[in-house]
């Protein structure tokens, strides 16, 4: 009888060792991918020079969404129906503010009239394609006077790359669309839409009369589906998952110098947190269909956002369209 105990001891401290370094692999593991993924990732200048908004409570991020087409082939720009248009502008751009109340994730419409340094008054998207990240940001923090803290921009390719790493989304169309220039054609209501489908339900402005203002609705989607299938423990539990989203990221992203580690760490996880009680999505309050920022609510809104005062941003202020309700 005590051999046999004996017996069971070593066996015992052998699994219990076997186990320990298991755990200890499964660890340096979850902790190298992303260290590896983050040193591909690009990063660019965003910080305009000049005079710019003191520092602020909380973060806000500014996310980019660029139509630039580079690394796509001529048969993938066909096939998700992008154009051959060449250069970089802006098909998204978008304020997440991450600080004591709810996460907030805003849409800026493209086409918004603002005044761009240098340039008089134009299309906000123009700024980008005139200068660069840092002219955005200067004109958006000039327009605003919000701080800009951080900078992530992902192009076509990157949108299609990481909706397929987490295995496809959920979106909630509320009519049947239909939109041959974007390659488009999905029924109406909640369905599963792999990367090809989600790019083309971000990029469609041609289904409604709403136009980029549905449209930038349509992206705050898809980038909150995104987080939050990223954000399933399935993502970390499956090893080829989390490579795969790992290596979507790093090719997809382009983020700002200074940007470390862990302020992209917080953002990804900032944007798990857009929904529900922890978060709240809305347009730019906008006057109407010209897209011309209401000239009351907007200031109002913005002065929300620096001083971290999301939990009192009222429905009237933050409405899907941006248009009052």
């Known amino acids: ?3 046999r105990s004996g017996g069971r001891r070593p066996r015992r401290k052998r699994r219990l ?3 320990k370094l298991i755990l200890l692999a499964w660890l340096v593991f979850l902790i190298a991918v992303p260290i590896w993924a983050w040193t591909a990732i690009t990063k660019v200048g965003f910080e305009p020079s000049g005079d710019r908004p003191s520092s602020q409570p909380g973060t ?4 980019v969404g660029s139509d630039s087409r580079a690394g796509l082939s001529p048969a993938q720009r066909r096939e998700l129906g992008t ?5 970089r502008r802006t098909d998204t751009i978008m ?4 600080g004591d109340g709810p996460n907030l994730l805003v849409s800026i419409p493209r086409d918004s009239q603002v005044a761009i340094p240098g340039h008089g008054t134009s299309k906000i998207n123009a700024a980008y394609a005139w200068g660069g990240p840092k002219l955005l940001v ?8 919000i701080r800009i803290d951080d900078y992530v921009e992902i192009g076509m390719g990157g949108v299609v790359t990481v909706v397929d790493a987490v295995g496809g989304i959920e979106i909630c169309p509320t009519d049947r669309m239909k939109d041959p220039l974007a390659n488009l054609d999905i029924k109406k209501g909640c369905q599963q839409a792999d990367g090809k489908t989600a790019l083309a339900y971000a990029r469609s402005r041609h289904t409604s009369g709403l136009g980029d203002i549905d449209r930038a609705k349509h992206q705050r989607e898809v980038v909150a589906a995104v987080g939050k299938k990223a954000a399933s423990p399935w993502s970390i539990l499956n090893p080829v998952r989390y490579v795969s989203l790992a290596n979507a990221g790093s090719d997809a992203l382009r983020i700002g110098k200074g940007t470390g580690p862990i302020a992209l760490a917080k953002f990804g996880w900032a944007m798990t947190r857009v929904n529900g009680k922890s ?5 730019v309050p906008i006057s109407d269909l010209s897209v011309r920022w209401d000239s009351e609510r907007a200031p109002e809104f913005f002065s929300h956002i620096i001083e971290d005062d ?8 933050c409405t899907p369209s941006g248009i009052a309700e």
Do not use: D, F, P
């Open 1 to 3: 009888m005590h051999r």
């Open 17 to 19: 060792g076997l186990l």
């Open 60 to 63: 806000t991020y500014l996310l």
């Open 83 to 87: 154009g051959n248009a060449a250069g």
């Open 95 to 98: 304020l997440l503010h991450v």
């Open 138 to 145: 200067k004109t958006i923090e000039q327009n605003t006077g």
């Open 279 to 283: 978060g709240m999505t809305c347009g």
């Open 310 to 317: 999301t939990a009192g941003i009222s429905k009237r202020l």
